[in-house]
Nanobody
Framework: QVQLVESGGGWVQAGGSLRLSCAAS????????MAWFRQGPGKEREFVAA????????YYEDSVKGRFTISRDNAKSTVYLQMNSLKPQDTAVYYC??????????????????WGQGTQVTVSS
């Protein structure tokens, strides 16, 4: 099993930045793809970004492209989400996800098999 733990959430003013981290433990394979999803109040979970374990392929939801950057440090088994130019619409619980499936044909959207507990991001106007 793979355990994922997110951190780095918090409160920030619009236009500010946050960096989320997701540390993976357990049976982790170098071929695992990682992703970030989010769920705002009263909304469905939505895809945010994904990255192959090698880091050679990345995918982004259109609403965050150019503002968010997903990256990973394989030595630390950690994936990051750098969030810049944050907007109130970005307010949500952010979840880390992992899969050893091929994500290329689904533009990184999954499906994903392992999920973290989530970390709250609140952006004020």
């Amino acid at each position: 099993q793979v355990q994922l733990v997110e951190s780095g959430g918090g409160w920030v003013q619009a236009g500010g930045s946050l960096r989320l981290s997701c540390a993976a433990s357990g049976r982790t394979f170098s071929s695992y793809a990682m992703a970030w999803f989010r769920q705002g109040p009263g909304k469905e979970r939505e895809f945010v970004a994904a990255i192959s374990w090698s880091g050679s392929s990345t995918y982004y939801e259109d609403s965050v492209k150019g503002r968010f950057t997903i990256s990973r440090d394989n030595a630390k088994s950690t994936v990051y989400l750098q969030m810049n130019s944050l907007k109130p619409q970005d307010t949500a619980v952010y979840y880390c996800a992992a899969t050893n499936r091929n994500i290329n044909y689904g533009n990184g959207k999954g499906p994903y098999d392992y999920w973290g507990q989530g970390t709250q991001v609140t952006v004020s106007s």
